[in-house]
């Protein structure tokens, strides 16, 4: 019982510490810079990497424009599956376990702009790279992370099946 407690708190812990931080970055930009406008805070890095405010209807990373409605609802669908399901991970590497979190905080915080202001605040650009923020960020490293823990997964299973395999011929040997 105590570590399903500890699985939940730290799915809705990684989650709230996201939705937080993204609302507030968020905030900030759209208090402190106008639509389209520049800020440079590290100026040796100038003008590679700079916080540009952006109002996006479309998902992460500029893609699929003026899809709004719609991606609230996959954003929605999305975190009460990753809720639903998560009492299924408690035995999962901790890894994954924390992509689930990061994955629910960057759906929220992205779910909670898109119902308060009809669009998504984004203000990360690096390069010609499309603008983003906080909650992108964190759903691609959450995925980026259940995929690391699902290759790790994959590859301990085999080597379970190649030790069995080859305990089985020494036997068979023998």
Known sequence: MKKAIRNWLLLFSIALVIVVSDQWSKHLVRANLGLGEAFYPISFLKPFFRFTY?????????????????????????????????????????????????????????????????????????????????????????????LLAMLVHERQEKQKIDETIQVEKRDDEA
């Open 54 to 146: 952006w109002q996006n209807t479309g998902a992460a990373f500029g893609l699929f424009q003026n899809t709004n409605i719609f991606l609230l609802v996959v954003s929605i669908i999305m975190s009460v599956v990753i809720i639903y399901s998560f009492h299924k991970a408690m035995d999962e590497p901790l890894i994954y376990r924390i992509s689930l979190g990061l994955m629910l905080g960057g759906a929220i915080g992205n779910a909670i702009d898109r119902i308060t202001l009809g669009f998504v605040t984004d203000f990360i650009a690096v390069g010609r790279f499309p603008v983003f923020n906080i909650a992108d960020s964190c759903v691609t490293i959450g995925v980026g992370l259940m």
